[in-house]
């Protein structure tokens, strides 16, 4: 659905009409022009770039003293910039891009400003996989001379690159994209700011900057409108980004009476808890063997990667789906999930989550003294292997169940709520969207609750950085979250260690 903001009191893009000056009323231009701005933004201060007060005097008298203008609000501050002023009878696209920085994928949204309508959507490996997979690696390689600088030329590129791609693809140039809205974790949006994150993982773990301010575009190197400027999400701290505040902000937990829970895996699993009055976050080492990092056969979800397993409780025979229906090259972490449930359903392993021989058969086969069960035979594979999964992957898998459902008990009852008190929980990010809740209730890593209180929401950081872009509230409710949210920190939490240990069944 298309919504039409050109104008309206919520968008970035303002239709204004201004009596033309006579020797009645000698206003300046600029000054007639902010005059009528303060009554729409309802603001007291509205600043003009200098490249739109070179362009005011002709393009106002030319028009007929209307105009389109494109404005932008400081993060925290009753502080408005003018950054562009359009025919408001030719229908210039006014273009803005949404940035989902994470670690290991980028996603980049293109959304026209004055109707909301998403016009292209892209996907890439952030490039600074080459210097490392995860964000440890990636900071130290900062403390080496030209790192920072280095990761920091890399994604700017590439992002120019993308962004030039998808302006192409759109039919529009770049110089009509003026906003930039971009959530990443803490890392990641250090490095792209060009900030080392040295101190990130050395106590006290403290952060350069936790909401930048709304900088020009061509200071972050970003080859978009000149006068266009960039929206990074606020991080909390270390371990709490801006993606998990996109994520607030798309799912509006932040905005609802009843309490409601998000759970967003990645490279870790980040938990928010909360509702209208308060909020509560933490996050724990949850993801790597959820995103299929911690197997052998483990992939990050793609084609060819098996995204669902059933065992035939009978026959005990595997019936695998892979995305994009190719053959099984690998196996994501809800795969992994579901396989886990399932050979415990089939008795194939037992409650510690132990092979059973017995009932395994000929699929299981010991290498190096190690048993490994058999999912995929060599002449059913994308790869010519069989694709085996080792004990040592299970207990890696059983690991990282445990310190989530430990890391949803322990929140809960941080507020004096119980889990099966939740009404509603929303699962976000790829694990969302392939994770079967039956599967995760089975495994013991998601509560007992009733399938539909599971509730699926893609790719939330996307999401939020996109609704900045359709709405100027938005920025408001951002700052709003930001003083609701109390962090609880499960590293020195006793009570934390002794359930995560009793969560291993």
């Known amino acids: ?44 201060c509205i600043k003009i770039d200098l490249n739109v007060l070179q362009q005011l005097p002709v393009r106002l008298r030319g028009w007929g003293y209307a ?33 989902d920085l994470g670690t290991s994928r980028v996603v980049i949204r293109l959304v026209e400003l004055s109707t909301g309508k998403r016009l292209f959507n892209a996907s890439f490996d952030n490039p600074q996989l080459g210097v490392g997979p995860d964000i440890l690696t990636r900071i130290h390689a900062c403390d080496q001379l030209g790192g920072l600088e280095k990761l920091n030329r890399m994604i700017i590129d590439e992002l120019n690159r993308q962004i030039r791609n998808a302006c192409l693809a759109s039919g529009i140039d770049t110089s009509d994209v003026y906003l930039l809205a971009l959530a990443g974790n803490t890392t990641m949006t250090h490095l792209f700011m060009g900030l080392s994150p040295r101190w990130l993982i050395r106590e006290p773990y403290i ?46 937990i932040s905005r609802q009476a009843d309490p409601a829970i998000l759970v967003d895996v990645g490279t870790n699993a980040e938990v928010v808890l909360g509702n209208d009055s ?87 086969v010991m290498q190096s003294h190690v048993p490994y069960l058999e999912i995929v035979s060599a002449d059913e594979s994308g790869t010519g292997q069989p ?29 004096g709520m119980a889990l099966t008190e939740l009404k509603t929980f929303h699962v976000a990010g790829t694990f969302g969207a392939f994770i079967d809740p039956v599967s995760a209730v089975t495994i013991g ?51 934390f260690m002794n359930r995560f240990s009793a969560a291993k069944f």
């Open 278 to 364: 308060w909020l509560v976050a933490c996050a724990g080492a949850a993801g790597p063997a959820l995103e299929g990092g911690m197997a052998q056969i483990g992939m990050m979800a793609g084609p060819g990667v098996i995204d669902r397993l059933r065992i035939d409780p009978d026959t005990r025979a595997f019936q695998v789906h892979t995305i994009d229906e190719m053959l099984p090259m690998g196996i994501c972490g809800s795969g992994m999930i579901d396989l886990a449930a399932n050979l415990f359903l089939a008795g194939m392993i037992d409650l510690r989550g132990r092979f059973v021989p017995e009932v395994c058969g000929r699929k299981l």
């Open 445 to 495: 890593m998601l509560p007992d609750l009733p399938p539909d209180t599971f509730q699926s929401l893609g790719n939330t950081s996307l999401e939020g950085a996109t609704r900045v872009l359709t709405s100027c509230e938005s920025m408001t409710t951002i700052e709003g979250i930001k003083e609701k949210i109390t962090y609880l920190e499960l590293n020195v939490n006793q009570t």
């Open 207 to 252: 952060p350069v900057v936790n909401s930048p301010d709304v900088q020009k575009a061509d200071a972050y190197g970003l080859q978009i409108n000149p006068a266009g400027r960039v929206f990074i999400l606020p991080n909390i701290g270390s371990y709490f980004g801006g993606d998990l505040i996109a994520g607030i902000l798309h799912s509006g």
């Open 67 to 99: 105009a389109r203008c494109v404005v932008v609000k400081e993060r925290d501050a009753d502080l408005w910039h003018l950054i562009g002023i359009l025919n408001p009878l030719e229908n210039q696209r006014v273009v803005g891009a949404a940035v």
């Open 1 to 44: 659905m298309e919504i039409d903001v050109s104008g309206a009191a919520d968008g970035w893009i303002r239709l204004v009409h201004l009596s033309p000056p006579s020797l009645q009323d000698n206003t300046a231009d600029a000054d007639r022009l902010i005059n009528q701005l303060k009554k729409q933004l309802n603001t007291k």
């Open 387 to 415: 694709l085996v999964i080792s004990q040592a992957d299970l207990d890696s898998l059983i690991r990282s169940k445990a310190a989530m459902y430990t890391i949803l008990e322990t929140i809960t009852e941080s507020v």
